[in-house]
């Protein structure tokens, strides 16, 4: 049964989403340390993300790509581990819940 806050669709605050990890300025930057011949390594260890996520941003025929790929790949089921699902799943909805609880 889902938690009610999951059926409401409640709105997380970008601050509070762990899933975002950079805002539109920081990729704009990116771009800029890019096209300033900055290495594509040197600006992942500012930022502190991987390599690959400067790419992505970078080059975003590659994201699509990657993307396309995935959604082979996956209907094999080859990437689902019903385990680590179900504990991520549960993970997640507790740090909504405790959000929810925060916001109202």
Known sequence: MPYKFEKDKLKIPRILDRR??????????????????????????????????????????RLQRCKELYAIRRLDWRYYDKEKCTKAMKYTRDYKQDIKDKLV
């Open 20 to 61: 975002i990890k950079l805002n539109d300025d920081d990729k704009k930057e990116i771009l800029n340390l890019f096209n300033n011949w900055e290495s594509i390594n040197s600006i992942s260890k500012i930022f502190s993300v991987s390599r690959r996520t400067i790419q992505f941003i970078i080059y975003p025929d």
